[in-house]
């Protein structure tokens, strides 16, 4: 298994909006977020997701933490993705609480699978079943769900087509003890939902009920 520690670096909207700074739950940071950071650091992953910490984003909330992990096969990334963990100790009306955790997550797809007009409801369910398989308690979900294709001409002509499949979410992971949310639990389900996306099988026979994705087009080389 691979530790949650020290991968992606292209924009993705807000969530890149990071310049660097002492964000990463240290420091002056309340004990609260510290804990939440540290069972997100202590983590323990299944070995096809290499996952590391990365710059967090300075406007979005008062402290934040950052990973960004890949679905990887050999030597060809199958998925990749970003998870943000905000915290505003005095709280957000939006979040209804004091944490909240922003995604991205991507993969390539089969342009006759992107085509199906059922897969942003279907990609969707993966990220709220992935959280509730675990047993996790969370509140004002929100997010999108983008199909992209891309087609080539001229000197390009010769690429085959290629569509690709985007969620951005955010929800607020409900406090436990000291005000702490479970982020091992819910890094653990967002691991579930990029393998998921990636077409892996499932980890283990609690997640028999994983339904992976078919007509996926072939992994890229790293």
């Given at each position: 298994?691979?530790?949650?520690?020290?991968?992606?670096?292209?924009?993705?909207?807000?969530?890149?909006?990071?310049?660097?700074?002492?964000?990463?739950?240290?420091?002056?940071?309340?004990p609260?977020?510290?804990?939440?950071?540290?069972?997100?650091?202590?983590?323990?992953?299944?070995?096809?997701?290499?996952?590391?910490?990365?710059?967090?984003p300075?406007?979005?909330?008062?402290h934040?933490?950052?990973?960004?992990?890949a679905?990887v096969?050999?030597?060809?990334?199958?998925?990749?993705g970003?998870?943000v963990?905000?915290?505003?100790?005095?709280?957000?009306?939006?979040?209804r609480g004091?944490?909240?955790?922003?995604?991205?997550?991507?993969?390539?797809?089969?342009?006759?699978?992107?085509?199906?007009?059922?897969?942003?409801?279907?990609?969707?369910?993966?990220?709220?079943?992935?959280l509730?398989a675990?047993?996790?308690?969370?509140g004002?979900?929100?997010?999108?769900?983008?199909r992209?294709?891309?087609?080539?001409?001229?000197?390009?002509?010769?690429?085959p087509?290629?569509?690709?499949?985007?969620?951005?979410?955010?929800?607020?992971?409900?406090?436990?003890?000291?005000?702490?949310?479970?982020?091992?639990?819910?890094?653990?389900?967002w691991?579930d939902?990029?393998?998921?996306?990636?077409?892996?099988?499932?980890?283990?026979?609690?997640?028999?009920?994983?339904?992976?994705?078919?007509?996926?087009?072939?992994?890229?080389?790293?």
């Amino acid at each position: 298994m691979a530790a949650a520690q020290g991968r992606l670096s292209d924009d993705t909207g807000g969530m890149d909006d990071a310049k660097g700074s002492d964000r990463d739950g240290s420091g002056a940071a309340p004990p609260a977020f510290q804990a939440a950071v540290q069972a997100l650091r202590g983590s323990r992953l299944r070995p096809q997701i290499e996952i590391e910490a990365t710059r967090a984003p300075q406007r979005l909330a008062p402290h934040a933490y950052a990973l960004e992990a890949a679905v990887v096969d050999g030597d060809q990334d199958l998925a990749d993705g970003r998870l943000v963990l905000l915290h505003d100790p005095d709280g957000h009306d939006a979040w209804r609480g004091t944490f909240r955790l922003v995604t991205l997550v991507r993969a390539e797809l089969e342009p006759e699978m992107a085509a199906d007009p059922l897969l942003p409801e279907v990609c969707w369910s993966w990220l709220t079943g992935a959280l509730s398989a675990r047993g996790l308690s969370y509140g004002e979900p929100s997010g999108t769900v983008t199909r992209a294709s891309s087609h080539y001409f001229g000197g390009l002509s010769e690429r085959p087509a290629a569509s690709q499949i985007e969620i951005r979410a955010s929800w607020t992971p409900r406090e436990g003890l000291g005000g702490v949310p479970d982020t091992a639990g819910h890094l653990a389900s967002w691991c579930d939902l990029l393998a998921q996306v990636a077409g892996l099988p499932p980890a283990g026979p609690g997640d028999a009920s994983v339904v992976t994705l078919p007509q996926r087009r072939d992994p890229q080389a790293r």
